[in-house]
């Protein structure tokens, strides 16, 4: 049961394929592809930085979380490689 004060409050039920989950979006596919780029994180990265540099816009930051599988997107640790799909496969398969 989720109460007035659970951090999940304000999360909506979601479906894929994988089954039921709690969360604020609907999972994006994540399925490899031959136009997918790799950073190595070094300090004093930060997602919305590299979202700016790769995809043109800091607010997709999430994307590349979702890309990389990154439970805790806020703490980059210097060597992790991110996958970061092509900005053209982001604005017509995930924002389109």
Request: glycine share 8%.
């Amino acid at each position: 049961m989720i109460t007035k004060r659970s951090r999940y409050r304000f999360s909506i039920l979601c479906q894929d394929e994988g089954g039921d989950f709690l969360g604020n979006r609907p999972q994006v596919p994540t399925t490899p592809r031959p136009d997918d780029r790799f950073h190595t994180v070094v300090e004093g990265d930060r997602l919305d930085l590299l979202a700016h540099q790769y995809l043109g816009d800091a607010r997709l930051w999430w994307v590349i979380g979702d890309y990389s599988d990154l439970f805790w997107p806020l703490e980059l640790e210097a060597g992790t490689v991110l996958r970061i799909p092509s900005a053209q496969h982001v604005q017509m398969n995930i924002l389109g």
